[in-house]
């Protein structure tokens, strides 16, 4: 009755679960230093050229963040979550349904756009040859990565919206 080799895929839905669960809550807990460090690469880049190690070290804690994100995001949509294996099922039905289509579509989208700005700009910014060519490129580039990961966020009372902070 307790035997394990009788079902062998027991423990692979179970381990399934629990990575599910898991890349879930790093995913929406690390959101919050996501937007945090966008808030502050932003506002750093905004003040005076001489604050340069300031923002370059927020900017890179923003990237790296982000790419964090992008890594858990991407494992949740193709691999772990059984929401999203659903909706790419039925995809061209997905997109009658609001929350599904925010989902398989709208989050993913404005999120790697965000990547794409904040990338963008610590590129355009070690090519800038003044301080403050360097400074605004910083400000605008992080802010639309900031401004696009606030709109990505289902925040509690949207349609998709989910809980600010997702347990373990």
């Known amino acids: 009755m307790g035997d394990r080799s009788k079902h062998p895929g027991n423990s692979d839905v179970i381990t399934s679960c629990a990575m599910y669960t898991i ?8 959101r919050w230093l996501a937007l945090f460090a966008g ?29 964090t994100q992008l890594l858990l995001g991407l494992l949740l949509y193709f691999v772990v979550s059984p929401n999203m294996a659903e909706i790419r099922a039925h995809f061209g039905e997905s997109m009658k349904d609001p929350v599904a289509r925010f989902w398989a579509v709208e989050h993913i989208t404005t999120m790697l756009g965000a990547v794409v700005a904040a990338h963008v700009g610590r590129v355009l910014a070690r090519k800038s040859a003044d301080a403050n060519s360097r400074r605004m490129k910083l400000f605008i580039c992080y802010g639309i990565a900031t401004v696009l990961m606030f709109l990505a966020v289902p925040w509690p009372g949207m ?10």
């Open 159 to 168: 349609r998709a919206g989910r809980p600010l902070f997702r347990g373990l």
């Open 23 to 30: 890349i879930l809550a790093l995913h929406s807990w690390l």
């Open 39 to 67: 808030i502050a690469a932003t506002i750093a880049a905004s003040r005076d050229a001489s604050s340069g190690n300031r923002s370059d070290r927020l900017g890179l804690i923003l990237t790296a963040t982000l790419d």
